[in-house]
Protein backbone atom coordinates (compact mmCIF):
# COMPACT_ATOMS: atom_id res chain seq x y z
CA UNK A 1 0.00 0.00 0.00
CA UNK A 2 1.16 3.38 -0.71
CA UNK A 3 1.76 6.33 1.11
CA UNK A 4 -1.13 8.53 -0.08
CA UNK A 5 -4.58 7.60 0.23
CA UNK A 6 -7.11 8.79 -2.77
CA UNK A 7 -10.74 9.35 -1.81
CA UNK A 8 -13.60 9.61 -4.01
CA UNK A 9 -17.74 9.64 -4.20
CA UNK A 10 -19.75 6.91 -5.33
CA UNK A 11 -20.49 9.10 -8.27
CA UNK A 12 -17.12 7.99 -9.89
CA UNK A 13 -18.89 4.83 -10.88
CA UNK A 14 -15.41 2.38 -10.50
CA UNK A 15 -15.65 -0.46 -12.51
CA UNK A 16 -16.76 -3.71 -9.45
CA UNK A 17 -13.55 -4.61 -7.25
CA UNK A 18 -11.22 -2.29 -8.70
CA UNK A 19 -11.81 0.71 -6.75
CA UNK A 20 -11.39 -1.42 -3.53
CA UNK A 21 -8.21 -3.12 -5.19
CA UNK A 22 -6.45 0.07 -5.37
CA UNK A 23 -7.41 0.80 -1.94
CA UNK A 24 -9.47 4.03 -3.14
CA UNK A 25 -11.94 5.30 -0.14
CA UNK A 26 -15.55 6.04 -1.30
CA UNK A 27 -17.90 8.37 0.49
CA UNK A 28 -21.57 7.02 -0.62
CA UNK A 29 -24.07 9.63 -1.82
CA UNK A 30 -27.40 8.98 0.04
CA UNK A 31 -30.78 9.10 -1.98
CA UNK A 32 -34.12 8.95 -0.71
CA UNK A 33 -37.41 7.07 -1.74
CA UNK A 34 -40.86 6.55 0.11
CA UNK A 35 -39.60 7.94 3.07
CA UNK A 36 -36.69 5.50 3.62
CA UNK A 37 -33.30 6.39 3.33
CA UNK A 38 -30.04 4.39 1.23
CA UNK A 39 -26.53 4.89 1.25
CA UNK A 40 -25.41 4.67 -2.96
CA UNK A 41 -23.31 1.51 -3.36
CA UNK A 42 -24.20 0.07 0.14
CA UNK A 43 -27.35 -0.48 1.11
CA UNK A 44 -29.43 -1.47 -2.56
CA UNK A 45 -27.82 -2.26 -5.70
CA UNK A 46 -28.91 -0.37 -8.94
CA UNK A 47 -30.68 -3.40 -10.41
CA UNK A 48 -33.17 -3.38 -6.81
CA UNK A 49 -33.53 0.42 -7.40
CA UNK A 50 -34.41 0.34 -11.02
CA UNK A 51 -37.15 -1.84 -9.43
CA UNK A 52 -38.46 0.67 -7.03
CA UNK A 53 -38.43 3.60 -9.24
CA UNK A 54 -41.70 2.82 -11.38
CA UNK A 55 -43.78 2.51 -8.11
CA UNK A 56 -42.51 5.27 -6.08
CA UNK A 57 -45.40 7.62 -4.66
CA UNK A 58 -43.30 10.67 -4.53
CA UNK A 59 -40.25 11.92 -6.37
CA UNK A 60 -36.96 10.65 -5.28
CA UNK A 61 -34.48 12.94 -3.03
CA UNK A 62 -30.61 12.36 -3.73
CA UNK A 63 -28.19 14.58 -1.22
CA UNK A 64 -24.20 14.49 -1.33
CA UNK A 65 -21.87 13.37 1.10
CA UNK A 66 -21.57 15.54 3.98
CA UNK A 67 -18.29 17.07 5.32
CA UNK A 68 -18.60 14.25 8.21
CA UNK A 69 -18.79 11.84 5.50
CA UNK A 70 -15.41 12.93 3.85
CA UNK A 71 -13.92 13.41 6.96
CA UNK A 72 -14.75 9.98 8.17
CA UNK A 73 -12.91 8.64 4.79
CA UNK A 74 -9.77 10.69 5.80
CA UNK A 75 -9.66 9.64 9.50
CA UNK A 76 -9.98 6.17 8.38
CA UNK A 77 -6.95 6.76 5.51
CA UNK A 78 -5.15 8.42 8.11
CA UNK A 79 -3.83 5.42 10.19
CA UNK A 80 -2.15 3.99 7.17
CA UNK A 81 -1.05 7.27 4.85
CA UNK A 82 0.60 10.01 5.32
CA UNK A 83 -1.26 12.03 3.00
CA UNK A 84 -4.71 12.13 0.95
CA UNK A 85 -5.97 13.05 -2.07
CA UNK A 86 -9.65 13.91 -2.62
CA UNK A 87 -11.06 13.77 -5.86
CA UNK A 88 -15.00 14.59 -6.54
CA UNK A 89 -17.28 14.95 -9.05
CA UNK A 90 -17.39 18.79 -11.27
CA UNK A 91 -18.39 21.41 -8.61
CA UNK A 92 -21.17 22.23 -11.35
CA UNK A 93 -22.92 18.97 -10.63
CA UNK A 94 -23.27 19.02 -7.05
CA UNK A 95 -21.60 20.07 -3.65
CA UNK A 96 -19.28 17.46 -3.14
CA UNK A 97 -16.09 19.59 -4.10
CA UNK A 98 -17.26 22.15 -1.24
CA UNK A 99 -17.99 19.58 1.41
CA UNK A 100 -14.39 17.54 0.69
CA UNK A 101 -12.93 21.15 1.26
CA UNK A 102 -14.39 22.13 4.29
CA UNK A 103 -13.85 18.33 5.49
CA UNK A 104 -9.62 19.00 4.19
CA UNK A 105 -9.85 21.91 6.34
CA UNK A 106 -10.71 20.46 9.39
CA UNK A 107 -8.63 17.58 8.60
CA UNK A 108 -5.73 19.89 8.54
CA UNK A 109 -6.15 20.89 12.23
CA UNK A 110 -7.18 17.51 14.29
CA UNK A 111 -4.94 15.11 11.54
CA UNK A 112 -2.24 17.44 11.76
CA UNK A 113 0.05 14.31 10.61
CA UNK A 114 -2.15 14.12 7.39
CA UNK A 115 -1.73 16.06 4.03
CA UNK A 116 -4.42 17.04 2.01
CA UNK A 117 -5.74 17.81 -1.35
CA UNK A 118 -8.53 18.17 -2.91
CA UNK A 119 -9.58 18.09 -6.84
CA UNK A 120 -12.09 18.71 -8.89
CA UNK A 121 -12.59 16.55 -11.57
CA UNK A 122 -13.91 18.57 -13.96
CA UNK A 123 -16.16 15.38 -15.27
CA UNK A 124 -18.55 12.93 -13.94
CA UNK A 125 -19.56 9.38 -13.52
CA UNK A 126 -16.79 7.12 -15.32
CA UNK A 127 -14.64 9.92 -16.43
CA UNK A 128 -14.74 11.06 -13.07
CA UNK A 129 -13.90 7.04 -11.95
CA UNK A 130 -11.08 6.91 -14.73
CA UNK A 131 -9.51 10.01 -13.23
CA UNK A 132 -9.91 7.98 -9.44
CA UNK A 133 -8.29 5.05 -11.32
CA UNK A 134 -4.80 6.78 -12.61
CA UNK A 135 -4.12 8.39 -9.27
CA UNK A 136 -5.27 5.44 -7.34
CA UNK A 137 -2.43 3.13 -9.26
CA UNK A 138 0.26 6.25 -9.00
CA UNK A 139 -0.35 5.54 -5.04
CA UNK A 140 -0.41 2.23 -5.05
CA UNK A 141 2.86 1.89 -6.63
CA UNK A 142 4.78 4.22 -3.88
CA UNK A 143 4.34 7.92 -5.67
CA UNK A 144 4.81 10.98 -3.63
CA UNK A 145 1.43 13.19 -2.73
CA UNK A 146 2.34 15.50 -5.65
CA UNK A 147 2.94 12.48 -8.29
CA UNK A 148 -0.44 11.40 -7.46
CA UNK A 149 -2.03 14.78 -8.24
CA UNK A 150 0.05 15.44 -11.04
CA UNK A 151 -1.40 12.05 -12.27
CA UNK A 152 -4.82 12.93 -11.46
CA UNK A 153 -4.64 16.56 -13.32
CA UNK A 154 -3.48 14.74 -16.65
CA UNK A 155 -6.41 12.31 -16.89
CA UNK A 156 -8.59 15.49 -16.08
CA UNK A 157 -6.90 17.22 -18.95
CA UNK A 158 -7.93 14.15 -21.26
CA UNK A 159 -10.97 12.27 -20.10
CA UNK A 160 -14.08 12.39 -22.35
CA UNK A 161 -17.22 11.38 -22.01
CA UNK A 162 -20.51 10.79 -24.40
CA UNK A 163 -23.67 9.34 -23.16
CA UNK A 164 -27.46 8.56 -23.93
CA UNK A 165 -30.41 7.80 -22.25
CA UNK A 166 -33.05 5.65 -22.52
CA UNK A 167 -35.90 7.58 -21.24
CA UNK A 168 -36.37 11.38 -20.69
CA UNK A 169 -39.11 11.12 -18.47
CA UNK A 170 -36.92 11.04 -15.10
CA UNK A 171 -35.14 13.65 -16.34
CA UNK A 172 -37.92 15.42 -17.73
CA UNK A 173 -39.63 15.15 -14.38
CA UNK A 174 -36.98 16.62 -12.28
CA UNK A 175 -36.57 19.91 -13.93
CA UNK A 176 -32.54 19.62 -14.39
CA UNK A 177 -32.46 20.08 -17.91
CA UNK A 178 -35.48 22.07 -19.17
CA UNK A 179 -35.22 20.67 -23.21
CA UNK A 180 -35.87 17.52 -21.51
CA UNK A 181 -39.72 18.57 -21.36
CA UNK A 182 -39.88 19.52 -24.70
CA UNK A 183 -37.95 16.15 -25.97
CA UNK A 184 -40.19 14.14 -23.61
CA UNK A 185 -43.32 15.69 -25.41
CA UNK A 186 -41.93 15.61 -28.95
CA UNK A 187 -44.02 13.56 -31.54
CA UNK A 188 -40.49 12.19 -32.58
CA UNK A 189 -38.62 9.92 -30.69
CA UNK A 190 -35.76 11.54 -30.28
CA UNK A 191 -32.53 10.03 -28.22
CA UNK A 192 -30.35 13.10 -27.29
CA UNK A 193 -26.54 12.43 -26.96
CA UNK A 194 -24.72 14.12 -24.31
CA UNK A 195 -20.98 15.06 -23.88
CA UNK A 196 -18.68 16.34 -20.98
CA UNK A 197 -15.44 17.26 -22.67
CA UNK A 198 -12.13 17.53 -19.94
CA UNK A 199 -12.53 20.04 -17.57
CA UNK A 200 -15.48 21.64 -18.96
CA UNK A 201 -17.72 20.52 -15.85
CA UNK A 202 -21.17 20.33 -17.58
CA UNK A 203 -23.14 18.10 -19.95
CA UNK A 204 -24.28 19.34 -23.31
CA UNK A 205 -26.20 18.28 -25.78
CA UNK A 206 -24.11 17.50 -28.99
CA UNK A 207 -25.95 15.28 -31.19
CA UNK A 208 -29.68 14.12 -31.18
CA UNK A 209 -30.66 11.06 -32.27
CA UNK A 210 -33.82 9.47 -34.18
CA UNK A 211 -33.67 6.41 -31.89
CA UNK A 212 -31.33 4.58 -29.30
CA UNK A 213 -29.08 2.96 -32.61
CA UNK A 214 -28.62 6.18 -34.03
CA UNK A 215 -27.83 7.66 -31.02
CA UNK A 216 -24.97 4.93 -29.95
CA UNK A 217 -23.70 5.17 -33.65
CA UNK A 218 -22.92 8.61 -33.53
CA UNK A 219 -21.43 8.23 -30.21
CA UNK A 220 -18.94 5.99 -31.59
CA UNK A 221 -18.28 8.59 -34.09
CA UNK A 222 -17.39 11.48 -31.44
CA UNK A 223 -14.81 9.10 -30.16
CA UNK A 224 -13.44 7.80 -33.32
CA UNK A 225 -12.95 12.02 -34.20
CA UNK A 226 -11.66 12.29 -30.62
CA UNK A 227 -9.44 9.39 -30.05
CA UNK A 228 -8.15 9.40 -33.84
CA UNK A 229 -4.92 6.59 -33.84
CA UNK A 230 -4.40 6.96 -29.92
CA UNK A 231 -4.28 3.22 -27.90
CA UNK A 232 -7.76 3.99 -26.09
CA UNK A 233 -8.51 3.89 -22.07
CA UNK A 234 -12.21 3.92 -21.12
CA UNK A 235 -15.18 2.11 -19.30
CA UNK A 236 -18.33 1.43 -20.56
CA UNK A 237 -21.62 2.30 -17.60
CA UNK A 238 -24.74 1.69 -17.44
CA UNK A 239 -27.95 1.62 -15.39
CA UNK A 240 -29.61 -1.56 -16.43
CA UNK A 241 -28.97 -2.38 -19.83
CA UNK A 242 -26.16 -4.40 -19.20
CA UNK A 243 -26.68 -6.37 -22.83
CA UNK A 244 -26.26 -3.29 -24.17
CA UNK A 245 -23.58 -2.29 -22.38
CA UNK A 246 -21.94 -5.57 -23.10
CA UNK A 247 -22.43 -5.05 -26.93
CA UNK A 248 -21.17 -1.54 -26.81
CA UNK A 249 -17.95 -2.47 -25.04
CA UNK A 250 -17.41 -5.23 -27.57
CA UNK A 251 -17.72 -3.09 -30.44
CA UNK A 252 -15.46 -0.36 -28.60
CA UNK A 253 -13.13 -3.21 -28.28
CA UNK A 254 -13.34 -3.79 -31.85
CA UNK A 255 -12.95 -0.60 -33.63
CA UNK A 256 -10.07 1.35 -31.37
CA UNK A 257 -6.82 -0.01 -29.50
CA UNK A 258 -7.95 -0.70 -26.38
CA UNK A 259 -4.80 -0.66 -23.21
CA UNK A 260 -7.92 -1.52 -20.94
CA UNK A 261 -11.78 -1.43 -20.89
CA UNK A 262 -14.42 -1.70 -18.28
CA UNK A 263 -18.09 -2.07 -17.35
CA UNK A 264 -19.50 -0.60 -14.78
CA UNK A 265 -22.46 0.47 -13.12
CA UNK A 266 -23.82 4.03 -13.23
CA UNK A 267 -24.02 4.85 -9.69
CA UNK A 268 -27.92 4.58 -8.54
CA UNK A 269 -27.86 8.05 -6.85
CA UNK A 270 -27.58 9.78 -10.49
CA UNK A 271 -29.47 7.05 -11.69
CA UNK A 272 -32.40 8.17 -9.79
CA UNK A 273 -32.63 11.62 -12.33
CA UNK A 274 -31.87 9.67 -14.78
CA UNK A 275 -34.07 6.38 -14.81
CA UNK A 276 -33.24 3.28 -16.51
CA UNK A 277 -31.27 2.91 -19.85
CA UNK A 278 -28.40 5.27 -19.30
CA UNK A 279 -25.34 4.21 -21.45
CA UNK A 280 -22.79 6.04 -21.52
CA UNK A 281 -18.62 5.67 -22.19
CA UNK A 282 -15.92 7.51 -20.78
CA UNK A 283 -12.59 7.08 -22.00
CA UNK A 284 -8.89 9.18 -22.84
CA UNK A 285 -6.54 8.73 -25.54
CA UNK A 286 -2.74 8.24 -24.95
CA UNK A 287 -0.09 8.57 -27.86
Given at each position: ?206 RVGLGRNSALRQML ?57 VLGFAYYTVG
Open positions: MGRVAVVTDSSACLPPGLGAALGVYVAPLRFCIDGRSYLDGIDITATELYRMLPRARELPTTSAPTPGDYYAALHRASATHDSAVVITITRRFSGMYQSATVAAATARESLTHLQVTVMDSGTAAGAEGLVVLNAARVAADGGRHEDVCSAARETMERVELVATLGTLYYLARSGRVPMAVHWANSLVHVTPVFRIQPLSGEAKTVQLVAQQSRSGVLHGVVFHSDCLGEAELLRDRVADTFRCAELHLSDFTPAMGIHTGPG
